[in-house]
Structure formats: C-alpha cells, structure tokens
C-alpha cells in the first residue's frame, strides 16, 4: 500500500501547528513560551534544547524616561547592542537597538539624543520564556523579524538571547559533528576538513591559536 506522503510530516519539522504554539499580543508585549519543535534527532539535540541554557544573563537595563544619549554611552561602554527598556517596577516594556539609533537619527537628525528612550524604543516587546527551545527562539526571531529576544519569568526580566547565541550554539554543536565524523577519515583528510572548517570559524585549524 503507497504511504500518504501528504500525512506524512518532513524529516526535523512539525507539520501541523496546535493552537496556542505561535505569539499572541497580550498587553502590549508579543510573548511567547513554546511552539512546534523539531522531530527527535541527535544531531539537532542542541537546537532543542532550552533558552535557558543559552542565554546571557548579565542584561543592561535602562528606564524609559533616560535620555536617548545616555542610553547611548552605556551600549558603547559595554560593547552591547541594545538595551531593555523597563517601567518603575522594573518591569520590561520596550528595547532600544543599534538599529533603532541609526533609524531615528535618520528620521530625526541628532535631536533624537535629547529625548526619553521610551519615545523611540521598538516595541511592543517580543519576550521569551525561558522552558522554551532554540527551535523556538529560532522561530520566534524569523516571525517577528527581531535579533534580541529578552528571557522573562514570572514577569521578570533574567536574560536575553541573540542570533550571536544562537549561531554561537549552532557552531559548537557543528565543530563536535564535524570531530565524530572526522574520526573514519585518515588523518591527512581530517586534518584538511579541520582547516576549512576553520575558515568558516567552526574549529580551531591545526597549527592555529584560539
């Protein structure tokens, strides 16, 4: 009998989406805790794994009423590129990027340094929950069309997680695949596979400082 192709989900995807899996606005904030995840497969176990495992949690916060120039001090003094916007409860409500920056002052001109951060933040806010998988985040970032996911709990703001995490992740994970299958190969061949992959930042090739 010929197999239902058309029942048949793809190999690492969902095929069909519950209800509840995707964001939905809720007070002002796109939250999202979980969505379809990928079919169980070692190689991918990364991906799935949880945002809390990944995340940065030193976040640099700022409340909306700071000045847009003083925000911008604090992301060149520590290198970052965005930062949460919270209310007086502390309570996240908004992120101010490198993107936003560029944007206004090209709207605005240099007079958008005197205003409040809360004026020209981006938001709603899209958030993250911290049970929920790379795959997730993954998504998450394509749908809404963001880079910076900040990690809530319980309403508190306790990380935040970049498409630099993320690849940071993948690419660990790609450098370990490469090393077990390397291993069949002679010697002379993996060490070819080890300096090309290293050209794409994979791994350490021989001979090469970290």
Known sequence: ME???????????????????????RIGILVFSGGPRMAP???LSLIDSPVRGAMTKDVKTAEGS?????????MAEFKIGS?????????????????????KVAE??????ALEVSKVMT????????????W?????????????LPVVEDGKLIGILTERDVLRLV????????????????????????????????VTPPGRAD
């Open 136 to 148: 997730d985040a993954i998504t998450l970032m394509g749908r809404a069309g963001v880079r910076r």
């Open 171 to 202: 690419l660990s994970q790609q450098s370990l695949l490469l090393e077990t299958v390397s291993e069949s190969f002679p010697v002379a061949t993996r060490e070819q596979m080890r300096d090309i992959a290293g050209q794409f930042g994979l």
């Open 3 to 25: 197999e239902d192709k058309a029942s048949t989900p793809p190999r690492g995807r969902s095929s069909s989406y519950p209800a509840g899996a995707f964001p939905e606005l």
């Open 41 to 43: 497969d070692s190689h």
């Open 123 to 134: 938001k709603p806010l899209t958030i993250i929950s911290p049970s929920a998988t790379i």
């Open 66 to 74: 700071k000045k847009v120039a003083a925000i911008v001090k604090i």
């Open 108 to 113: 605005r001109g240099s007079d958008v340094l």
């Open 83 to 103: 930062i949460v916007v919270v209310g007086k409860d502390k309570t996240p409500i908004g992120i101010f990027t490198e993107r936003d920056l560029v944007n």
